[in-house]
Structures are given as structure tokens and as C-alpha cells.
């Protein structure tokens, strides 16, 4: 969670498929008062598929602990603990927030 444009944000692992349309992808929240929260019209963050470095993407079994890096008060990477999927090997990930034309990233400005 982070402040910023006098408003608060939030992104966290959902449990379940309602919100994003996909078990264990994450949502956005923004608040006014931190206690009464509402969602873009599409909430998802980021979805367990991820794309990396090289162009090749997978979906990872697990994404878990997001924590987002704010520099400037605006949103630059997102941190995630993840796993391989045959479970060998367990490491951090590190996303790059996109612009909202590119992605349906974070937007601060909501």
C-alpha cells in the first residue's frame, strides 16, 4: 500500500477467480481514506503469466507477497515470491509497473 495524489493504493493477491477473472493474480484498490476502497472498472494488476527478459512468457503456479516499489510517489516495479512450475526452485521476481496505454498496470493517477 502507498500514497500518493492524495489518495491511497493497494495491490494484493486474490484467492479467488471473481475479481480478475484468474485465481491468484492480483488486484489494484484505491481509497480516499484508506478504509473505504474501490476498483477500475478492470482492478487485475498482474497476472500469474509472466513475460520475461527474452520474450518468452509462462505461468507461474504461484505468485505470492507482492510488493510494490515506489519511487517519486509513483509506481515502478512490483516484487513477487514465485516458484518454478515443476516446484525446484523457489526466487523473487521483479516486474516493471507499465504505462496504462501498454498494460493494465497500476495507474497512481486513478
Not at 40 to 62: H, I, L, M, N, W
Not at 77 to 88: M, Q
Request: proline share 6%; charged share 25%; with cysteine.
Amino acid at each position: 500500500m502507498w500514497q500518493a495524489h492524495d489518495r491511497y493504493h493497494m495491490v494484493a493477491k486474490i484467492f479467488s477467480d471473481h475479481l480478475t477473472g484468474e485465481k491468484g493474480g492480483g488486484f489494484y484498490a484505491c481509497s480516499d481514506d484508506g478504509i473505504d476502497w474501490s476498483f477500475p472498472e478492470d482492478p487485475g494488476a498482474y497476472t500469474r503469466t509472466v513475460t520475461f527478459a527474452d520474450g518468452s512468457q509462462r505461468k507461474q503456479p504461484a505468485l505470492e507477497r507482492p510488493q510494490v516499489l515506489v519511487q517519486n510517489g509513483e509506481p515502478t516495479h512490483i516484487f513477487l515470491a514465485t516458484v518454478d512450475p515443476g516446484w525446484s526452485d523457489i526466487y523473487n521476481l521483479v516486474i516493471p509497473v507499465l504505462d496504462d496505454a501498454d498494460s493494465k498496470a497500476l495507474d497512481a493517477s486513478q
